[in-house]
């Protein structure tokens, strides 16, 4: 079996911020606070992704993302990059080749707004 090899070198500075649970209402909600850590990764974006629902069409800012494996990235955590831009990991990352060597996954930009 060949190594697996990363798309690019890891230039890219994120920081992962973890959630912590609020209950309001009887509603549990997820937030985001603290300084959270500092890694360094590849971040792809390939354009987005399209998605036509109900007719209407539209392109989701989605990105793909080679770090370096930390047990701590989970799918609900939150990606900020350097510019402000915050994203939601979809889905568990992935240990690649479950050698604890590489971390693989997919984010989702989170804007905010109505």
């Given at each position: 079996m060949a190594d697996y090899?990363?798309?690019?070198?890891?230039?890219?500075?994120?920081?992962?911020?973890?959630?912590?649970?609020?209950?309001?209402?009887?509603?549990?909600?997820?937030?985001f606070s603290g300084a959270g850590f500092r890694i360094f990764g590849t971040f792809r974006t390939f354009g987005g992704t399209d998605s036509n629902v109900n007719g209407v069409y539209s392109v989701v800012d989605t990105a793909e993302i080679e770090t370096w494996y930390r047990p701590d990235i989970k799918s609900d955590c939150q990606i900020e990059l350097m510019n402000g831009a915050k994203y939601d990991v979809l889905g568990e990352p992935e240990n690649i080749g479950q050698r604890n060597r590489f971390l693989k996954f997919k984010v989702q930009r989170d804007k905010g707004g109505a």
């Amino acid at each position: 079996m060949a190594d697996y090899k990363p798309s690019g070198a890891f230039t890219v500075p994120m920081i992962v911020r973890a959630p912590s649970y609020t209950k309001s209402g009887g509603v549990r909600q997820k937030v985001f606070s603290g300084a959270g850590f500092r890694i360094f990764g590849t971040f792809r974006t390939f354009g987005g992704t399209d998605s036509n629902v109900n007719g209407v069409y539209s392109v989701v800012d989605t990105a793909e993302i080679e770090t370096w494996y930390r047990p701590d990235i989970k799918s609900d955590c939150q990606i900020e990059l350097m510019n402000g831009a915050k994203y939601d990991v979809l889905g568990e990352p992935e240990n690649i080749g479950q050698r604890n060597r590489f971390l693989k996954f997919k984010v989702q930009r989170d804007k905010g707004g109505a």
